[in-house]
């Protein structure tokens, strides 16, 4: 088959790719930036380029959509609304211009908010920031495009947090910080996370090419639920560090966010504690991924083994 992935040059497509190539795919990459695994297979755009995209999905069977604004600090903060909404807007009219009847969107989590308790596919969204909100605006393009034709398939996964090699997010800042001594345990450590491996979401993204017609939504994350202090405990373990992890009360981490998002509107710059990060760290951000795991799909990876490998790999 044909394949498209927008996004293709980052964390997440890269391993994507990697697996279609493998099941024998003809795969182009349509990125605001050239990859460096990949070199060959990218053409250079943004998604909020219309006659670029139509371009670029000529002759495609599918495509995958991955580009996003996702970081926790866009600015501007108009960018989540351009790319993530106004970029959808964008995909349907490609889509539709070059006949496509096969999407697969990476939305989020976030779309649920931090209030709702280990909720399935079917709660009502909630999002809490821009990130959320805009991914969701996202999905309701995609449904209405899929509900147009009944020949159209649109898969729509919501990933939880999502680690791995060749990632520098939250969870590579955590080990960073922890390998470097720096790390402070805010709160006691028992709030859950929901996380996902990426070596097991681009096995089953992979696995959406042959996607039947009709919409489908999927949470994604390993399971068992990790909670912080063993995420923690983990990342110790693997880095063979000895010393005590020190710990601290929940409003004492947070009046500490507090000041670095005070400093960082005087200076301009961005650090790595904020309030937003010690909210996320602390609170338990847990998803149902019961329909996931009807649908057949198992994991490869364990999240412990996820860690490790990453862990090896990085540092």
Known sequence: MKIVVTGGSGFIGTRLIEVLLEENHDVKIFDKRPSVTYPELVT??????????????????????????????????????????????????????NQIKNLVFTSSVAIYGRHQIHPDESFEAQPTNEYGRTKYEAEKIFTAWAKKAPENSLTIVRPAVVFGERNVGNVHRLIEQIAKKRFVMVGNGENKKSMGYVGNISLFLASKAHAKPGIDIYNFAGKPDLSSAEIVAIITDELNLKHTIPHVPEWIGLMGGYLFDILSKITGKKYPISTVRIKKFTADTTVSTDKLIKSGFVDKYGLEEGLRRMIKYEF
């Open 44 to 97: 250079i755009g943004d998604v909020r380029d219309q006659e670029a995209l139509i371009e670029a999905f000529r002759g495609v069977d599918i495509v995958y959509h991955l580009a996003a604004e996702h970081a926790d600090n866009v600015t501007p903060v108009s960018l989540y609304e351009d790319v993530n909404v106004g970029g959808a807007v964008n995909i349907v009219a490609a889509l539709e211009a």
